[in-house]
């Protein structure tokens, strides 16, 4: 895989968050500022259109120029954290011009970890992270048993949505939820949702690749 995997990923992003943004604000009306779905659409497409007539072989530069495109575009919160997974994402690949299927969870990895430092969430607190590390390790499982890249990207979807599922019960200690206190554990977390989304896209783009 090379640029062209990257540029195509990001298309299927901002497709998936622009088809799903109603759905998002919907989420995120309940427990924040409704505004996620607009966030994303935008943020998303902002990355996308950056690089998507790019003759940058680069991995890494590809995914750091996404990153600054969509930290201008959307400097929320929410925003600004899915910026600065792409920035690690980048830094964590400057150089490299090809990837094999096994080091797509690693690009996800190293984009889980820009969103952790960033917003210094850790799993278990009801965030983003708890829907993209379950993925993660899905996917190496898979790829360590031996599984096809077909398998191993859709258990890393299927570990997605049950670290979702799996938000509800938690206690939000980040952002507008949090001041629910103990009332926001029979809430899903919307940014978990995001993950989930972006994990479908990634089984979208790595079927045109395989």
């Known amino acids: 895989m090379d640029q ?6 990001l298309k299927e992003l901002s497709s998936i968050m622009v088809e799903k943004k109603d759905y998002l604000i919907e989420l995120d009306s309940v427990v924040g500022d409704g505004d996620l779905g607009l966030t994303m659409s935008d943020g998303f497409k902002a990355a996308y259109e950056a690089i998507r007539t790019s003759k940058e072989k680069d991995l890494g530069r590809l995914l750091f120029t996404a990153g600054k495109a969509m930290s201008s575009a959307v400097p929320s919160t929410m925003g600004t954290l899915m910026a600065s997974g792409f920035i690690q994402a980048g830094k964590a690949f400057k150089g490299k011009v090809t990837m094999d299927t096994r080091e797509i969870a690693t690009l996800l990895r190293a984009y889980a970890e820009g969103v952790m430092n960033r917003g210094k969430a850790q799993a278990g607190e009801k965030t983003f992270i708890d829907g993209l590390l379950p993925a993660i390790d899905n996917m190496d499982e898979a790829f360590t048993s031996g599984v ?3 398998t191993a990207i859709n258990n890393g979807f299927n570990g997605a949505a049950k670290g979702y599922d799996s938000t509800a019960g938690m206690l939000a200690v980040h952002g507008r939820a949090a001041t629910r206190g103990e009332a926001s554990r029979s809430l899903k977390d ?4 995001v993950a989930v989304l972006m994990m479908k896209a990634l089984e979208k783009s790595v079927e045109k690749f395989l």
């Open 4 to 9: 062209l995997f990257i540029i195509d990923y």
């Open 148 to 150: 096809d890249a077909r």
């Open 190 to 193: 919307p940014g978990a949702a």
